[in-house]
């Protein structure tokens, strides 16, 4: 079963929105909803309930994407032209895509000369575009020509990025976004070598193409991400920069991701208890909770025998909605205090999306209690150490490591990561055991982000580096008493 081409290929505003190297350095990712525009065949209508995920409903909206595709689409004015895959670089102000013109303006109006910031004289804005990489990089083609040999260094990237940017507007069929939606088969094995590995065992079709695979990267990184490391095959072992504190602590989940095929076979003599799902908690989500549910699902596709609960929690769930969620947040009310949305976007998979600050939600005891067997927490991005956000993660950061669970944390760059890592041992010295040493992650993003601000050095990829930590858990041990120990 394959998602419908309209919602398999939307995809342009998580892939092309400019990363956030710091909680507030950019505005937050676009809906990967917004794809392909008016070049490209309208949305799939939904229906507008909560909870979706019977069959009924399913039949229906594959009957809906079957009928729009089939309809004769409107004439809405001006198409937006097709580009060729030997036509995809362009100077972003000569560009035929709107888009992609815009994109130059942004840059030009908010970042500065690298020369200037470099010799402290006064700061210019950009202006002159390089005709290698088509991007405003200097304020005029003298300080290009100076400064050559470092731009040179990222010239070839910046190139990559504009040629990318491009191919998500170019019109094409993207059949790499026709993501599995099969479960993992007991006797399939998957292989966590490598992005190609990982692909060819989860029986995606082929990508033999590095621009399609950096494409298709951007957004299952995210799931991926979370699977590699809580799998039973993980690459992530004793000699590869797991702890033994890790070893402990993912061994605990492990146990539940993997139950033992034994009884369960529907009669009452041989009837099972079915355990507590798998609870996945999000926080400080953004951009990544306005993903299409068919990313997210390949998270529970992975682990066929275990209910998932994903949570979605931070005050930007809602900034960046996704266009399938017409209808709007519920409000809040005595029974929805916090306003939480469900949806159930596939079988043994439930989604919670709530708009309020974790530290909020600890006190009100809204998941409590928690169990180091059943919950993980993942911080994609989190920006500790930046002054925008430092305070709301000084209050979040204790109540973390209370919960004694897993805490995955990922970094845009080494920079990013390394930063963060300092930053939380200054803050809970003594408090929170390592569980994966800080490195790089085997599926980090293969497709580079762009910082409007600073494009010759922003360039970062999404979940480049990736480590784990939990509150430090004391051990008591029985001391029977001696002849030796005095009674008081």
């Not at 398999?8 to 892939?15: E, F, I, K, N, T």
């Not at 029986?203 to 590699?228: C, H, W």
């Not at 205090?337 to 159930?344: A, H, I, K, Q, V």
């Not at 708009?355 to 006190?363: P, V």
Request: aromatic letters at 10%; hydrophobic letters at 35%.
């Amino acid at each position: 079963m394959k998602p419908p081409r309209s919602l398999a290929a939307s995809l342009r505003g998580c892939a092309g929105a400019p990363p956030r190297l710091r909680r507030s350095a950019s505005p937050p990712l676009r809906s990967v909803f917004s794809f392909l525009g008016r070049n490209g065949p309208d949305k799939v209508p939904e229906p507008g309930f909560p909870i979706y995920s019977d069959s009924e409903r399913r039949k229906e909206r594959i009957r809906l994407a079957k009928e729009s595709r089939s309809a004769p689409q409107p004439d809405t004015g001006p198409r937006l032209p097709s580009l060729t895959q030997d036509n995809l670089f362009h100077p972003l102000s000569q560009s035929p895509l709107p888009d992609m013109r815009l994109l130059g303006k942004r840059i030009q109006e908010r970042a500065v000369c690298p020369v200037d910031v470099r010799h402290e004289v006064g700061e210019h804005q950009v202006k002159f575009e390089c005709p290698d990489c088509g991007i405003p990089i200097y304020c005029c083609e003298d300080h290009w020509m100076d400064d050559y040999q470092n731009h040179l260094l990222v010239c070839e990237t910046l190139r990559e990025v504009n040629e990318d940017e491009h191919d998500l507007r170019s019109g094409r069929e993207f059949p790499e976004f026709e993501y599995q939606l099969l479960e993992q088969e007991d006797g399939s094995l998957i292989n966590f070598t490598n992005w190609d590995t990982l692909l060819y065992t989860r029986e995606f079709d082929a990508i033999n193409d590095m621009r399609a695979l950096r494409q298709v990267t951007k957004l299952l990184t995210y799931p991926m991400t979370i699977g590699s490391i809580i799998h039973e095959l993980s690459p992530y072992n004793l000699k590869n920069r797991l702890t033994y504190e890790g070893l402990k602590s993912l061994t605990a989940t492990r146990y539940s991701l993997h139950p033992a095929l034994s009884g369960g076979d529907g009669t009452l003599k041989n009837q099972k208890q079915v355990p507590p799902p798998m609870r996945v908690f999000i926080v400080g989500a953004r951009g990544e909770a306005s993903l299409p549910r068919e990313v997210w699902a390949q998270l529970p596709f992975m682990f066929p025998r275990v209910n998932f609960h994903l949570a979605f929690i931070g005050p930007e769930v809602y900034l960046r909605r996704p266009l399938h969620l017409e209808w709007p947040p519920p409000p809040r009310s005595p029974g929805n205090p916090f306003g939480m949305l469900f949806e159930r976007p596939a079988p043994r998979f439930k989604i919670s999306s709530a708009n309020e600050y974790f530290h909020t939600l600890h006190k009100a005891w809204t998941f409590a209690p928690y169990d180091p067997y059943f919950d993980v927490f993942v911080l994609f991005h989190p920006g500790f150490s930046h002054p925008g956000s430092m305070a709301e993660w000084e209050e979040t950061l204790p109540m973390l490591l209370e919960t004694k669970c897993p805490i995955i944390v990922t970094g845009y760059t080494k920079e990013d990561m390394d930063n963060d890592v300092e930053w939380v041992h200054q803050t809970a010295k003594g408090e929170f055991d390592i569980l994966l040493e800080p490195g790089e992650n085997d599926f980090k993003s293969l497709r580079w982000n762009l910082l409007e601000t600073d494009p010759s050095g922003g360039l970062s990829q999404s979940n480049w580096g990736v480590w784990a930590f939990r509150g430090k858990r004391y051990e008591t041990m029985h001391r029977v008493n001696t002849p030796d120990v005095i009674q008081l």
